[in-house]
């Protein structure tokens, strides 16, 4: 259902990325490559380049290992350029010291393109799970201190958007598994700007004066849009 949501949309504004945000798989590698085929086999046609990021349920397995081909992955983090825009994606499983001295190298270098971060567990969510305290602690500083603006992540299925100290960050994990229901948040968090239980996914637009996001459901509609500048 998300796959031919997903088609329908595109092929009235054309994409070049589909980008996952983790929990790719939940068969342990048993029916992933068919899966993944009959339900996004029509992205090479489109031209449509595809990059994966790990969540929990994908490392149960040979670390993951097994996606980085069908999901155009160099390593469990990486970065993707696609015309404007660098993707920086991270493993948000496994937050070694190795990981962020890369992800620390990387925010540091200067880049002409839009910079946007991709990871599983995100920072702040409130909903089946809560954030990460690992990744407030040790990644959300560095996005803030390099000047990030948007970060994207999933593990919670629902959609929720925060922002904190000039950093959006937006939970997306309704591509299809079961959704979870929404709770208060923990007072220390950032205010919750945005909030809906349902399945859909996001899409996003560089343009001159920032990137416009909007939150689709399998409908097509758009049921929350936003600007990051």
């Known amino acids: 259902m998300l796959g031919t949501a997903v088609r329908d949309y595109e092929s009235r504004r054309s994409a070049d990325l589909l980008l996952t945000l983790g929990d790719n798989d939940y068969t342990r590698g048993v029916s992933f490559a068919t899966n993944w085929t009959s339900t996004f086999g029509w992205l090479s046609a489109a031209r449509v380049g595809v990059?994966?990021?790990l969540g929990n349920h994908d490392v149960e397995f040979a670390r993951g290992r097994y996606?980085?081909?069908l999901l155009r992955m160099p390593g469990a983090y990486y970065v993707r350029r696609a015309k404007d825009v660098e993707l920086i994606v991270l493993d948000s499983n496994a937050i070694t010291t190795a990981q962020t001295r890369w992800l620390t190298r990387t925010l540091a270098k200067r880049s002409p393109r839009t910079r946007i971060v991709a990871?599983?567990?995100?920072?702040?969510?409130?909903?089946?799970?809560?954030?990460?305290?690992?990744v407030q602690r040790v990644w959300v500083p560095l996005f803030e201190r390099y000047g990030v603006r948007l970060v994207l992540s999933g593990h919670d299925h629902n959609y929720q958007r925060f922002e904190r100290n000039g950093v959006t960050y937006?939970?997306?994990?309704?591509?299809?598994?079961g959704l979870y229901k929404l709770r208060a948040c923990p007072r220390a968090y950032p205010a919750r700007l945005a909030a809906r239980v349902g399945h859909g996914f996001l899409h996003l637009a560089v343009e001159p004066d920032g990137v416009l996001v909007q939150v689709i459901d399998l409908k097509g509609q758009s049921i929350d849009r936003f600007r990051v500048t």
Request: charged share 5%.
């Open 51 to 53: 990059a994966g990021t």
């Open 67 to 69: 996606q980085f081909d």
């Open 119 to 134: 990871l599983h567990h995100p920072p702040y969510t409130c909903g089946g799970h809560l954030g990460s305290g690992a």
């Open 170 to 177: 937006v939970v997306h994990g309704g591509g299809g598994a």
